[in-house]
């Protein structure tokens, strides 16, 4: 097996001379960091990374959660990595001070994140629901919440999740049925079921911490009456330490992969003794259970890319290890067998699978980027850049889920049969990265969130600076030579995607909203394809300037770069061609008109 699971190398060109992550240190709230500090934190979760996660990637696959009489039994390293990171900080690493955290940026525990989802993917999401959940309550919650829960969160000896998810409906949140009733003692009794809910009443933890949305008794219809609780599995009690709250594990589900981690169906209250305490204000549930979502979303797509990226260097070992067939110029079939690295048909596969992890890789910095931008700044400034993380979010989420798969299916190609057989990991990488694309809204939700709310959102000012953001791009891209074609590609492929944005707000202003929405996902899908070409062009840029004095090592790396960059703009921007084309056409309503009845 590979031992290289995601590039070092890559990441430092993204922090450091992409993204400038050390000029964030001149805010106050990051002054207190500056390189030696965000080096430790890359280097600390590569080593935890390679010495506890990568060893135990197979076993926890082929070891999963078991259910015995109402108990859950994860692998021990559950457990182990929760206790690492909450000794060494990593859990609230990102919060303030005042918090118990250390305030380290985003993006340097996006990159903490990505390395740990490479090595193992269900043992990272342990740690990292927990810093979300906790998060959410320092966010929202009341002092005594705060004090109660987010210390214990941030140790590691408390686990933290969401519990969305309910039987009949889905991802519907306007079909939320869970049931909260006030009591005269500040606290909600709380009566439903939740499904699919990650990382949830394992044994080996002390207690978890459920952050579940549900209906206050009274409360008006659809989204709008939706209210968010601390449902603890114990709730902590001054007299008697920790007592049984009232949920139950009613079952676990057994899935394709992502198997080192238990997905349950919980059930709350069946004794009418389950409590929840209200976080924020009643009937306002969304409005902070979205600050998490946004976050997951992001962490999804960072999940997807991570995986892909460890399939890929998986793939890339194997290629240039495995001798098969000549060059096609060879006549003589006494010739050594050439590595098949050496075809131009696995070279196209390995660029497509690098130019699918690097973009999302530097999309995800970007958004992180802005999450760090908006922590650190105020007024029009902070707005800014919230309105492009929101717009931004999306793509983030939906891009390297839907690429991740194809990119992660080039890899087991190159490995031909082998690829299908569990002695090499690309069968695991494949099932493992499945998952994204459902997780934290499926892609056709985020098509509808982008299309439908997020370039419209207030007359459209996120979608123009997100043009902006473009333009600027573009117009560096122009005075260099080397990045001048790419640049006048990228500008092409802008003035598509405005006009398409144009005939679709027509559809819209018509009030014709299933027609407007019915091809939301390509329209998302061509979108992305825009945005990762954006990316690409800035890191063609910085690889360009960098080229000039430079050690060899490091001048392969920047030749690599631009060779990728190339490859996107030649196979994956023209895609977006056709998907105009479709779009275009929209107005005909064809999968509006089929009916039900005609599916054979």
């Known amino acids: 097996m590979a031992e290289k699971f995601i590039s070092l190398r890559n990441l430092q060109f993204l922090l450091y001379e992409v993204f400038d992550a050390t000029s964030l240190t001149q805010y106050p709230y990051f002054e207190d960091h500056g390189r030696e500090t965000f080096d430790m934190v890359v280097d600390t979760a590569m080593r935890m990374g390679k010495d506890m996660l990568f060893p135990a990637l197979v076993e926890m696959d082929r070891q999963p959660p078991e259910f015995r009489d109402g108990r859950v039994y994860v692998h021990p390293l559950a457990a182990q990595i929760m206790k690492a990171c909450g000794e060494g900080g990593w859990i609230g690493a990102q919060s303030s001070c005042e918090l118990g955290g250390q305030q380290i940026p985003n993006m340097i525990m996006n990159a903490f994140r990505g390395i740990f989802c490479a090595a193992n993917y269900s043992a990272s999401v342990y740690p990292f629901l927990t810093t979300g959940a906790a998060g959410l309550i320092a966010s929202f919650g009341s002092q005594e919440l705060i004090d109660t829960y987010v210390p214990k969160m941030f140790d590691g000896k408390w686990q933290g999740t969401m519990a969305l998810t309910e039987p009949q409906a889905g991802s519907s949140l306007t079909d939320i049925a869970t049931t909260a009733q006030p009591t005269a003692d500040g606290f909600y009794k709380i009566k439903g079921q939740k499904i699919f809910i990650s990382c949830s009443e394992y044994e080996s933890t002390e207690n978890i911490v459920h952050l579940l949305l549900g209906r206050i008794e009274g409360a008006p219809p659809g989204v709008k009456g939706v209210s968010l609780f601390v449902v603890p599995k114990l709730r902590p009690d001054s007299h008697k330490g920790l007592t049984p709250n009232d949920v139950a594990c009613i079952g676990i589900y057994h899935k394709l992969g992502y198997k080192g981690a238990p997905i349950t169906q919980l059930a709350f209250g069946d004794n009418d003794d389950c409590r929840g305490w209200l976080v924020g204000e009643p009937n306002r549930g969304l409005n902070c259970m979205f600050q998490m979502m946004n976050e997951a979303r992001i962490d999804v797509g960072m999940g997807a890319a991570a995986i892909a990226s460890a399939a890929y260097y998986a793939s890339l070992e194997y290629a240039r290890q495995r001798p098969q067939s000549r060059p096609v110029n060879a006549k003589d079939p006494l010739t050594p067998q050439a590595l098949i690295i050496e075809h131009a048909d696995v070279k196209r596969m390995l660029l497509f699978q690098r130019a699918v992890v690097e973009g999302s890789l530097s999309l995800i910095f970007q958004c992180s980027l802005y999450v760090d931008m908006s922590t650190a700044t105020s007024g029009e400034e902070k707005e800014k850049y919230e309105m492009l ?23 087991l190609q190159c490995l031909g049969g082998y690829g299908y057989c569990d002695e090499f990991p690309l069968e695991q990488y494949y099932r493992d990265v499945r998952i994204h694309p459902i997780h934290e809204g499926t892609t056709g939700i985020q098509g509808i969130d982008l299309l439908g709310r997020k370039v419209v959102m207030k007359n459209g000012r996120a979608f123009k600076l997100f043009l902006d953001e473009l333009e600027k791009t573009i117009a ?45 996902t390509l329209y998302l899908e061509l979108f992305s394809i825009v945005t990762i070409a954006w990316q690409w062009l800035l890191q063609a840029l910085r690889a360009i300037e960098a080229q000039g004095a430079c050690a060899d090592a490091d001048r392969e790396f920047y030749q690599g770069k631009m060779h990728t960059c190339r490859y996107f703009f030649a196979y994956e921007l023209p895609k977006i061609k056709g998907i105009a084309a479709r779009l275009e056409e929209s107005h005909d309503g064809l999968t509006v008109t089929m009916k039900p009845e005609w599916f054979d």
């Open 476 to 520: 560096a891209g122009r005075r260099v030579p080397e990045c001048e074609k790419l640049a006048v590609s990228l500008a092409g492929a802008v003035e598509t995607l405005k006009e398409i944005t144009r005939s679709l707000a027509a559809i819209s202003l018509k009030g014709e909203m299933e027609l407007y929405l019915a091809d939301a």
């Open 389 to 411: 993380l929101d717009l931004l979010t999306p793509i983030a989420k939906s891009y390297p889920s839907e690429m991740g798969i194809l990119s992660v299916s080039q890899g």
